[in-house]
């Protein structure tokens, strides 16, 4: 299972993905009120009870709404500050990926 989601400072998406050789399937999402938890981990800790993964997670990715400079990312316009280290340890999973959310949009542009 991989987890992905975006995270601004309005709502969080989160989704549990099992990968596929075209494209991975979605297995769940929530949508979450980024100010009603105190921090991203609370989030994902509510995810993760909301949805129990069927298999260990191999990797996560979030989009971020902030910049990203090497693993960490401070969310604009929440003040919370992520490191892809904490979060991989806090998850239980070998990769953490973080991106500013605009990055996979300019990526698709051909």
Known sequence: ???AGDVGG???LLGLFEPSARRP???A???YETTAYSSFTEILDAFLSDVP???PLRAAAFGVAGPVDQDRAK???IGWTLASTDLSSHLRTPH????NDLAPMA???E
């Not at 953490?96 to 991106?99: A, Q």
Request: glycine residues 0%.
């Open 10 to 12: 309005t709502k969080t």
């Open 107 to 109: 990526r698709s542009i």
């Open 96 to 99: 953490v990926e973080l991106v």
């Open 29 to 31: 999402t929530r949508s």
């Open 53 to 55: 993964p069927s298999s």
């Open 25 to 27: 399937v979605s297995k």
């Open 75 to 77: 969310l604009t316009n």
């Open 1 to 3: 299972m991989v987890l």
